[in-house]
């Protein structure tokens, strides 16, 4: 089973990054049905053998009532307050793909891993599929292939992920796991892993996202923390020397250095709206109307409601 939720992991990872859309009906795709079925060997295994579905109680608990109040709210907000515009339908299907498949995602991966070396398995397999993303997008970033990724108007790629800012934290999720497989490995598998991790750094910075290089500063805070006792900080400060001279380098010669500089530095004085990318205005406006409404602090306004608001709820800065 690990071996085919690694395979399945970089499956999936893969026909992302290549745009392949392997949608069926709306809801449902034949990503879906791999993990249903999946699910369903899964439960008739622990049904023969018995096995307790406690697992991690408090994050399915956490996970239960997430799905449990939204489920509610999309009934109240769309039979009982009648929000205008509001697609009983649309946020249906959304909740069941956001909320509902995540859950199942959630549990195939929990019961799917009972040891390390499962675990290993799976996330080789997670890897390789981020690292075979970030490969496609350098690949179309600079012409070689063609597959439509999408460049906004200021330079930034979108990536394999479709939108700069998420494309960047799904490269820093996975960038850690690419330099440890790096460090733990020899011969060619470290080239392999290294010149990985390179190209993940390389698309990093080609997202330009401020928020992504405050998350990494971030994981590798936290992680040398919490790790503390099994790195060597002697070679920790040579790795980061090394990166920091390859960062450099990357923004001195590439097409995105200017733009990379742009986006950490400024070009002068600018106002708050400016230096958030718009969202100090939408977080203006979104608080503002839940201090109309108190209650929504508590309650919140109901499952995909703030699409409906008269401003736009999100932003892509």
Same mark, same amino acid.
């Given at each position: ?34 993990? $249903?079925?999946?699910? =369903? %060997? +899964?439960? /008739? ?8 579905? #406690?697992?991690?109680? @408090? ?107 998420? $494309?960047?934290?799904? =490269? %820093? +999720?996975? /960038? ?8 733990? #490995?020899?011969?060619? @598998? ?128």
């Amino acid at each position: 089973m690990p071996t085919i939720l690694g395979l399945s992991a970089l499956f999936l990872l893969a026909t992302d990054a290549l745009n392949i859309n392997l949608s069926l009906l709306p809801g449902v795709s034949a990503k879906n049905l791999i993990i $249903y079925l999946i699910a =369903i %060997v +899964l439960a /008739l295994r622990m049904v023969i053998g018995r096995r307790p579905v #406690s697992d991690m109680g @408090q994050m399915q608990g956490a996970f239960i009532a997430l799905i449990g109040y939204s489920f509610v709210t999309w009934l109240i907000a769309s039979l009982v307050i009648d929000y205008q515009h509001y697609n009983f339908t649309a946020s249906g299907i959304r909740l069941k793909s956001e909320l509902i498949d995540f859950y199942i995602f959630f549990l195939v991966f929990l019961f799917g891993v009972q040891t390390p070396e499962d675990a290993m398995k799976v996330i080789k397999g997670l890897v390789l599929g981020a690292v075979f993303a970030n490969v496609i997008t350098v690949l179309d970033a600079f012409g070689v292939v063609s597959l439509g990724f999408r460049i906004r108007e200021d330079g930034r790629t979108a990536g394999a992920i479709g939108e700069s800012n998420q $494309y960047a934290a799904f =490269i %820093v +999720l996975f /960038l850690p796991a690419t330099v440890a497989a790096a460090v733990s #490995s020899r011969g060619f @598998q470290r080239l392999f892993w290294l010149g990985s991790a390179m190209v993940a750094a390389m698309t990093l910075v080609m997202t330009a996202s401020r928020g992504g290089f405050v998350g990494l500063a971030m994981c590798c805070a936290v992680g040398a923390f919490l790790y503390r006792h099994l790195i060597s900080y002697s070679r920790i400060a040579g790795w980061l020397f090394a990166a920091l001279i390859l960062l450099v380098l990357v923004v001195t010669f590439s097409p995105y250095g200017n733009l990379l500089a742009e986006r950490m530095m400024g070009t002068g004085s600018v106002d708050a709206n400016t230096a958030s990318s718009g969202r100090s205005d939408i977080w203006t406006s979104a608080l503002a109307v839940m201090v109309a409404h108190p209650l929504t602090f508590i309650t919140g306004f109901g499952w995909d409601v703030y699409s409906t608001m008269p401003f736009q709820p999100y932003s892509t800065g």
